[in-house]
């Protein structure tokens, strides 16, 4: 029989770290992530995300959040894809880490971002949820580069990326919402990384390099 893993592969990608398991986002896992936004992410009027999507109205909330994963799933392709992994922390979802890339076949580069409950936050769990796709991105993707960005006044971003061996990759003015912001980029290679004392278990990789036409 068919299954759902069989008909979308990257349903079956599972990345396990000795704290963490980060797998796709699934519509059932939605309601449960939705509750991890509601209980805080930031500060109040301090968004870290350029689109500010944490501060519409509470009802608004839960539809966007799963218009932005159908919509990720649906433009999927080879070419130009976004994963949208659920964080699992003592068997519950505690945030979101993505990894994505435009024409990786010829640009090897993947982009990241993420967020964490404000109840998670401190633990050193982003930094492990980072080290993670950025592992599999260079060990299983063979990717070349990994960026990021975060506004400037970020620091715990900007520090799990200099803990994690990123180097500065300049700077842009843009708005992100209704504000000016100082963005900063960053940047990882396979060199600069500075691997965790820990090895990536990853389950399901080939039939999503195979989608992807990465085997």
């Known amino acids: 029989m068919t299954s759902l893993t069989d ?20 519509d059932m896992d939605l309601p449960a992530l939705l509750d991890a936004a509601r209980s805080g992410i930031h500060e109040p009027g301090r968004s870290p995300f350029s689109t500010p999507w944490t501060e519409v109205p509470a009802e608004e909330l839960g539809p966007n959040m799963a218009r932005w994963h159908w919509s990720c799933r649906s433009i999927t392709t080879p070419e130009a894809w976004t994963l949208l992994l659920g964080i699992w922390y003592d068997g519950v979802i505690i ?19 993420s967020w964490l409950k404000q109840s998670a936050q401190g633990l050193g769990l982003g930094k ?3 080290a993670a796709v950025v592992s599999y991105a260079f060990d299983h993707l063979r990717a070349d580069i990994a960026e990021s960005e975060a506004a400037a006044w970020n620091e715990k971003s900007l520090g799990v990326s200099r803990a994690l061996g990123y180097e500065l990759n300049g700077t842009y003015r843009t708005n992100w919402g209704p504000k000016v912001e100082e963005v900063q980029r960053v940047r990882l290679t396979p060199e600069t990384f500075k691997r ?12 999503w390099a195979r989608f992807l036409g990465l085997d």
Do not use: Y
């Open 7 to 26: 008909i979308w592969p990257a349903f079956g990608l599972v990345l396990s770290t000795p704290r963490l398991q980060l797998k796709p986002v699934q």
């Open 95 to 113: 945030g979101c880490q993505d990894i994505g890339a435009k024409d990786f076949s010829v640009l090897k580069t993947v982009s990241t971002g």
């Open 128 to 130: 492990e949820m980072r």
């Open 196 to 207: 965790p004392n820990w090895t990536l278990k990853v389950e399901g990789h080939e039939p």
